[in-house]
């Protein structure tokens, strides 16, 4: 059964559980996109180990030559894979798509413990086989895990927010944010101190522990919450200044004048009331999926085309410098929920899409002067995307009724899932095309 989303009253230990559990959930936003934000810094290396790989292999490898496609980087006035980084962005989040999709209508029968163990496990799994693949399909195969872990446990932490005080969004977005410079930055170091990638994944294998020790030991669960079990959580209060108007558009003062006990009867909610909740998301999931798809569109789309060959660093460099700082931005944007709010998301939306478009005509006609003005383009990219990703959530926080946030708050993340994913399948006919001149 479903339980009620209710948040936690005022923590028996005061300030020092508040900051636990803020401190817990920066810790499991970390943890949990960590996975994923890897798989992406190292899409340019799985895919070139492959390629060297298959450069040298008999015929028994043919079906991985197939899957790389025809065109030749030697050919092309690109410097390009075979596949496109775009590749590993399908695998990286499909699946987390289709989890978000479905995952909210049944996800409420497994327990919050479990759902964490499943996903610290996914993660490892994921280093595992993307260390040691011999071949892209084990590669592939890795990420998907990967994806399935991280999908699963967005969509689980994003409603277990609502057991807590609303500041602990904060600290899960600017989590989610430390991932990503934490894991592009890691990986980036580590390579250039001559650590192999597959080394390189090993050690990481350190995150999903992290996950597992950040929710059990860390966090401080409210009363009678079930960790175990799917039973409807009580005894739990609901904070006073929950009277947010409803995703309908209703004000405050209206929707609590006319609350009735049949409008704030407990239980799980009905089919046809997530699908009304879901169409009330509409106006926060479509702004969010299309910053998504614009900075996704340019991660793994256009910046490994977007090389410099007189510049310092290599190409890997240039790449991986550029996914590290996009997560600098992102970091810094989602972690500024306590200073600035922006209510705006369409205006965000815009500014990403005109980033998108100034970098494919720059691909195209290659006008930029150094990958300086690049990285300051990428930067700028990631404060977008940031700030998009947590003030969503926290306007949905804000303006859900207590009955249907934790419903709603794992839903509306399917929204920058379905935006990745448009991104990632519009990349790969624009690699194929900039690859063919």
Known sequence: MERTASVNADPVDGRSTQCRNWTGFWLLGLC?????????SAAYDILQKQESTNATASASVTL????QGRNSSN??????????????????ILPSLAIKLFAPFVVHKLPYGFR????????????????????VWMSILGVVFASIGSGLGELSFLSLTVFYSRDVLGGWGSGTGGAGVAGALLYLALTQA?????????????????????????????????QWSSAVTEGVRVRSDDRQQLLDGTTEEEEWERRTPATEASGPLTFSEKLHVMRGLLKFVLPLGLVYF???????????????????????????????????GVLVSRSSLCCVKIRKLWGLALLQVAN??????????????????????????????????????????????????????????????????????????????????
């Open 356 to 437: 998108a478009t100034l970098l494919l005509l720059a691909v195209r006609f290659l006008f930029l002067p150094s990958a300086w003005l690049v990285f300051v383009i990428i930067l700028y990219e990631g404060l977008l995307g940031g700030a998009a990703y947590v003030n969503t959530f926290y306007f949905i926080s804000k303006e859900t009724g207590d009955r249907q946030r934790e419903f709603a708050m794992a839903a509306a993340s399917v929204g920058d899932s379905v935006g990745i994913a448009l991104a990632g399948l519009v990349a790969f006919p624009v690699h194929g095309y900039f690859c063919s001149l």
């Open 194 to 226: 001559g650590l192999s990638p597959q080394t390189t994944l090993l050690i990481m294998l350190v995150v999903p522990l992290g996950m597992l020790l950040s929710y059990f030991l860390l966090l401080v669960p409210p009363d009678a919450f079930p």
């Open 64 to 67: 991985d030559v197939d899957f």
């Open 116 to 135: 964490v163990l499943f996903c610290a496990i996914m993660a490892a799994v994921s280093f595992l086989l993307v260390s040691f693949s011999s071949a």
């Open 75 to 92: 050919s092309s006035r690109y410097d390009c894979n075979p596949v496109s980084t775009a590749a590993v962005l399908l695998a990286d």
């Open 294 to 328: 614009a900075e996704y569109f340019i991660n793994q789309g256009l910046m490994e085309l977007l090389f410099f060959p007189g510049f310092f660093l290599t190409h890997a460099q240039q790449y991986r410098w550029y996914q590290t700082l996009y997560q600098v």
């Open 32 to 40: 949990n996109n960590f996975a994923y934000v890897v798989m992406l």
